[in-house]
Nanobody
Framework: QVQLVQSGGGLVQPGGSLRLSCQGSGLTLSSYAISWYRERPGKMRELIGHITSIDVVNFYLESAKGRFSISRDNAENMVYLQLDSLNVEDTGVYYC?????????WGQGTQVTVSS
């Protein structure tokens, strides 16, 4: 069974950091482009950025540039989204997505809450 299993969300104070994980089960993430999305309360799902199968990283969310980073650990079959300098506007559910040609898979989502 192919799955993306997410972990690492939680409650953090403004200015804090979190690292979100997306682990592949039944698929090898190194051969997929992995994107990170988020859904903030009352907003549509938005693309944060992605890492390609050749480890090129692009960010599409302006507010993420300079604060978030994406990396892979192929030995662990894992992709990470590092969230730094978090603020309350970053609160939401974060999703990873694996895509290759016509194949696409979503993680279950993980809640990030930024609050004092």
């Amino acid at each position: 069974q192919v799955q993306l299993v997410q972990s690492g969300g939680g409650l953090v104070q403004p200015g804090g950091s979190l690292r979100l994980s997306c682990q592949g089960s039944g698929l090898t993430l190194s051969s997929y482009a992995i994107s990170w999305y988020r859904e903030r309360p009352g907003k549509m799902r938005e693309l944060i950025g992605h890492i390609t199968s050749i480890d090129v990283v692009n960010f599409y969310l302006e507010s993420a540039k300079g604060r978030f980073s994406i990396s892979r650990d192929n030995a662990e079959n894992m992709v990470y989204l590092q969230l730094d300098s978090l603020n309350v506007e970053d609160t939401g559910v974060y999703y990873c997505n694996a895509r290759r040609a016509t194949q696409g898979y979503w993680g279950q989502g993980t809640q990030v809450t930024v609050s004092s």
